[in-house]
């Protein structure tokens, strides 16, 4: 092998695929600005960059914690289901600490405040500890394991919330009205749960790239039998990871209480796991394990919510409806180019054989029929019509590259 | 010269001027990001001939076998199989040119039947179109039993012996009607008695004509075997010989480029204080109907003192080192006791702590962290060394590492280059450098020149004699006895899980040391 240079070290702040990363996400606001009807972005900067902010922080809050469950080699599926508990834990704690003051919309205390935000980590702490007892001793798959609290805990929050208020208010009730001022201040502050999202963001930088047990995840995660002989515990690295999901989805729980003024077991945070694993698959985490960056999960949170708030400007209907399509193709996008260098190299196609000839009037079908619902149904049409040429073209090149067999 | 070969020559006299060759590469080259795998690669192979090939690791032979199974496409050159030109987009392209690959790491499904392994992808179906297990099974029991392959065809794959997978994936490639049978270090995992069925096998191969590859390290059985050697190194041919030609140092000289001696020089050791005593070892293995995976095993371990543990496969070598360390089954009964003291570990921490170390058999599956860089592999087990207030720092990781490399002699470009990009002989040094930095009083080495090349090999048997020296306990097992006969001060045997022989390194043959691991 020829002697080189040193080229293996640290790169410059960034990876070269996080660096991509943070130059798509100056595109996707470069567009907004440009196509966005209402010029929101120019006319009201400081309310728009709020708006992503908020949601960027919430969502970048756990998403930092599964990221450090990803990279453990785990997934934790309950993280939104956490977030309906921990908002239930620390509304419930204040109802059964100042039941007056609650009902009546009054303050509750900083005393009150601080008890029940404490059982809310408390409950995100046993809630982890949960969770790494299933895989570690019972030796459930991760993956089953939160999927069963995933509906358990939404369930038990429920539970928790209406016993909780049939027991000291006069009516069973499945939310709890939280009026004290310590979570208006947050509410109308966006800049403390952004403040809270980079202070965790360099915490768990700090952890994983600078201490031992975060050496010790990496290892875990590459190869657990391996990491078990090297005399790491990898029980109690694990009993971490989750811990730390788990919390940090406590955490932002809190916020999301803040920011609804009420706890609603019902729906608050569902869903919201996969948003958090699709920030940290986008920002470059390997759900093989052992792979990811905390920069890269941040930008993957920031990228997620800018494209959202994008589409919600130049599209005008409510966000919400397409959040959920684009969380969808941004993932699968992020993947997908990740991997195109080496499936040119590997001489894979992207639109092989009979399988291949399926999937282009599939994807014109979808192509059309989110442009006709967002556009209209004659660009919805053209669009179809485009995706098809444009497929059909992409597969004859693919084809005319490498010859299908010469058998 | 064997019998077979005469056969398959006789009767490949006639097949000769319709298909000169059974194999033709011509500049044959493979490119990797940053590696050239495979360059300007020619290469003739006579139908019905054993062709072995031979070369260190990352000579390319792998890329070589992969290329032929249509696994990688080369980047330039062309490929003939049978006289014709062929471009393999896939395995099944190759599948049917007649070409079956015989892999290094099996490709079974586990979890099917042998059967439906056989079958798989070319599935025999009844006249409705539903999956016909009877007409497989029985097809699939006359190719076993042409195999000698006491093996039921509806026997789930991953319960049987490796030398039994490995016959399954050569009655696969019989099923396929193969013309060409490449084997990649078949009995690389194999007992002798498996070893030699596999030589039947091929010789009846041999018998129906068809063309074998075979890549292998071991000079014994190629030259046993063969009736052509090629010889690979750098991703470059070096030669291909008639096998009556040449010799075996011959051959080594060649894929190292330089003539190795075959033993390493070690004078005598002296022994130092006692560090280890096993005394009446048992371990239970209730599924199994033996019982035990390990029975009343007693032994000892000095300081300046290897300490070599033979045994066939599945003779419980592997578990006798994970008791040790702490990394096996907890329920052994009997005494170890360290420097005089019982101890019992329940976790492999507990033995690095009691400075003890160990390196596993599958380097892959056990030992390497396939994320981490280099620095990352080596420094895992000592990263309290290098902290600074608490924090690990880069400065001082990276010169704890660099000691580490430079002691074992790791060739890497950069301490932080991937470690998936090493040889498996550097790989082995990482690991082995990873324990030394815990500063170990005992060293375990299980098979720890498995699947290394052979300049790296007699590498690895100078440190393992200059620790040993420094004053380490090394205990040793291998599946190659002149590497045991060669290093070990004493030699303990095993055979089915119990203690059946010591020798002292005087005493000690591979014939005695066989009697006693068959025994």
Known sequence: MPPHQDSFRQPFLLRRSEWALALAIVVAVGLTALLDANHSYATRPLESLRDIARNTALLGIFALGATVVIIAGGIDLSAGSMIALSGTVCATTMLALAPVEMMGFKPVGPAVVAVACAASLLAGFLVGTLHSWLITSIGLPPFIATLATLVGLRSFARALCESATSALTPTKSALVNVADPFFKTVRDNVWIPVAVFGVLACITWLILTRTVLGRHIAALGGNEQAARLAGIRTENVKWFAYCFGAMTAALAGLFYVANESVAAPVNQGRGHELNAIAAAVVGGCSLAGGVGTVPGTVLGAIFLRVVIDAVSKIIKTGADVYEGLIVGIVVVMAVTLGQVGQMAKGGRKLLPGSLGLCAIPTLAILSGAIVSMTAGPRAGAAAAGASLVLLWLLRAWENSRTPASSM | ?519
């Open chain 2, 1 to 519: 010269m064997n019998h077979h070969t005469h056969d398959s020559h006789d009767n490949h006299d006639v097949k000769k001027h319709a298909a000169p060759h059974a194999v033709c590469m011509r500049g044959i080259t493979k490119r990797f990001p940053g590696v050239v795998a495979l360059e300007d690669m020619s290469l003739d192979v006579r139908p019905g001939e054993f062709h072995a090939i031979c070369g260190e690791n990352g000579a390319g032979k792998s890329t070589l076998v992969n290329i032929l199974s249509g696994v990688y496409q080369p980047d330039g050159g062309t490929l003939e199989i049978g006289g014709a030109v062929v471009r393999f987009a896939s395995t099944r392209d190759a599948e049917r040119a007649g070409v079956a690959i015989i892999h290094q790491e099996l490709a079974l499904v586990e979890e099917l039947s042998v059967a439906a392994n056989v079958f798989l992808g070319r599935e025999k179906r009844t006249a409705l179109g539903w999956i016909d297990d009877r007409a497989m099974a029985a097809e699939c029991a006359l190719l076993l039993d042409s195999l000698e392959c006491r093996v039921a065809p509806d026997a789930l794959t991953g319960h049987l012996r490796v030398g039994d997978q490995q016959l399954v994936e050569i009655a696969k490639a019989l099923s396929l009607d193969a013309s060409i049978v490449v084997m990649d270090e078949p009995t690389s995992a194999l007992t002798e008695s498996e070893s030699a069925r596999l030589e039947r096998t091929i010789a009846k191969l041999l018998a129906r004509g068809t063309t074998i590859l075979y890549i292998s390290h071991k000079m014994a059985e190629v030259f046993r075997l063969a009736d052509r050697i090629t010889v690979l190194r750098d991703g470059r041919h070096v030669r291909t010989v008639n096998r009556a030609d040449t010799s075996p140092e011959e051959i080594t000289g060649w894929m190292v480029g330089r003539k190795i001696a075959d033993r390493p020089a070690s004078g005598p050791r002296v022994r130092g204080k006692q560090l280890l005593e096993v005394r009446n070892l048992c371990l239970e293995w209730p599924e199994h109907p033996r019982g035990y995976r390990l029975a009343d095993i007693s032994l000892s371990l000095c300081a300046n003192e290897i300490l070599g543990v033979a045994g066939l496969m599945g003779a419980g070598r592997t578990e006798l080192l994970e008791t040790l360390f702490g990394a096996g089954q907890s329920n052994w009964t009997g005494d170890i006791l360290l420097e005089g003291r019982r101890v019992r570990f329940l976790h492999p921490r507990e033995a690095c702590d009691h400075r003890i170390a160990m390196v596993s058999e599958d380097r892959k599956r056990l030992g390497l962290f396939p994320d981490l860089d280099v620095a990352g592999n080596v420094s895992v087990c000592a990263l309290h060394e290098a902290l600074h207030w608490g924090l690990l720092s880069r400065s001082g990781e990276d010169a704890l590492v660099a000691g580490s490399v430079r002691q074992t002699g790791v060739k890497t470009s950069s301490l932080h280059a991937p470690m998936m990009g090493l040889s498996g002989g550097n790989q082995q040094k990482c690991i082995i450098g990873r324990w030394l930095l815990t500063r170990p009083d005992i060293l375990l080495l299980d098979d720890p020149t498995r699947g290394i090349d052979v300049g790296a090999k007699a590498e690895l048997y100078a440190l393992i004699d200059q620790l040993c020296r420094e004053g380490m306990g090394v205990i040793l097992t291998s599946s190659e006895l002149p590497e045991l006969l060669s290093l070990a001060d004493r030699i303990i045997v095993l055979a089915e899980g119990r203690l059946t022989a010591e020798f002292s390194r005087a005493e000690a043959t591979e014939a005695k040391i066989m009697a006693a691991a068959t025994g």
